[in-house]
């Protein structure tokens, strides 16, 4: 089956840089790959994704580029601010809308 | 629009007792739906998932079961609870094309004491 891994676990960045989050992933039948927020407590809930017929799509200071060749993906954020911090998760989804997660990545921006 | 409600959000059961949680969607029609379990500080393992009434697939083996009694209804069930079984169970559905995001309830914490 689907093996999605995702780095780094924790990251923690100054207000105003960049977090950038990388996903790898096993299957080439994927072809979907949404990227989920969870604030603590709460349920996840999408803020980007990306197809397997492009390589990178952006919306406002998100962005998602993805390498089909070498089977990896990564989102990010570009002027971060505190309301970032939350538990960011990575997919890959074959059909019939299966997805598989990753195990999270605790972004922390300190203002 | 579309919404997912699943209850209850927190739940404590005794080792040995049975379990059900219920998740219900409306607003749309044949969704594929989805049961996740979310450990503690890990990412969401897919237990169960289903494209129709009465199509389960599971993917991890273990002490849980789900069924799917009508169009947008999901249950998750247990017949005797495992301390293991504590989590955080997240429902979740999305449209028939795969290439869509999923929409998830707010979830149960269970805990089994």
């Known amino acids: 089956g689907e093996n999605v891994e995702q780095h780094p676990s924790t990251l923690s960045v100054q207000e105003g840089d960049s977090a950038v989050i990388k996903c790898t992933y096993s299957?080439?039948?994927?072809?979907?790959f949404p990227w989920y927020k969870q604030e603590l407590g709460k349920r996840p809930q999408l803020i980007i994704d990306i197809r397997s017929n492009v390589g990178e799509k952006k919306d406002q200071r998100i962005a998602v580029t993805l390498n089909k060749t070498a089977k990896h993906f990564s989102l990010h954020i570009t002027e971060t601010q505190p309301e970032d911090s939350a538990v960011y998760f990575c997919a890959a989804s074959i059909p019939p809308g299966k997805s598989t997660f990753g195990d999270g990545t605790t972004l922390t921006v300190k203002p | 629009s579309q919404t997912i409600h699943q209850w209850p959000a927190t739940l404590v059961q005794p080792v040995g007792s049975p379990l059900s949680l219920e998740c219900t969607v409306e607003g749309t029609s044949n969704p594929n739906l989805y049961w996740y379990r979310q450990a503690a500080g890990r990412g969401l393992q897919l237990l169960f998932y289903s494209v129709g009434i009465g199509q389960i697939s599971s993917e991890v083996p273990q002490n849980l079961s789900a069924s799917r009694p009508q169009d947008r209804q999901f249950i998750l069930s247990s017949k005797k609870l495992l301390l293991s079984d504590s989590g955080f169970y997240l429902c979740a559905w999305s449209r028939v094309s795969f290439e869509t995001e999923a929409f998830f309830g707010q979830g149960t914490r269970l805990t089994v004491v």
């Open positions: 299957d080439s039948a994927s072809n979907y």
